[in-house]
């Protein structure tokens, strides 16, 4: 699996940037995409996650300013960030969970990184 993520760069606190992430590969039929992110000095973190049905799952900091949705016939994920704070910068990556339900394995893919940077 291969994930080619887009959108990031510098924007004013209070202002917004959208990112996207195409998919391409051994994609299982039920999967999840999402963002992850990481800043300097902290671990990395949730952003947020869509699932094959469209469940979708935010971390705590993001909720009620970004929004995840999915083109799955096109295989991408956008996350809409609005409201954006300089707490909000870091890079933030792209994620592909393929669900193995036979199994009952998960294998987790992830993008290269795109850098958010929000000045205050």
């Known amino acids: 699996v291969q994930l080619q993520a887009s959108g990031g760069g510098l924007v004013q606190a209070g202002g917004s940037l959208r990112l996207s992430c195409a998919a391409s590969?051994?994609?299982?039929?039920?999967?999840?995409m999402g963002w992850y992110r990481q800043a300097p000095g902290k671990e990395r973190e949730l952003v947020a996650l869509?699932?094959?049905?469209?469940?979708?799952n935010y971390g705590d900091s993001v909720k009620g300013r970004f929004a995840i949705s999915r083109d799955i016939a096109k295989d991408t994920v956008l996350l809409q960030m609005n409201s954006l704070k300089p707490e909000d910068t870091a890079i933030y990556y792209c994620?592909?969970?393929?669900?193995?339900?036979?199994?009952?394995?998960?294998?987790?893919?992830w993008g290269q990184g795109t850098l958010v940077t929000v000045s205050s």
């Open positions: 590969g051994s994609i299982f039929t039920v999967h999840d």
């Open positions: 994620n592909l969970r393929n669900r193995n339900r036979w199994a009952g394995t998960t294998t987790d893919y």
């Open positions: 869509i699932s094959t049905g469209d469940t979708t």
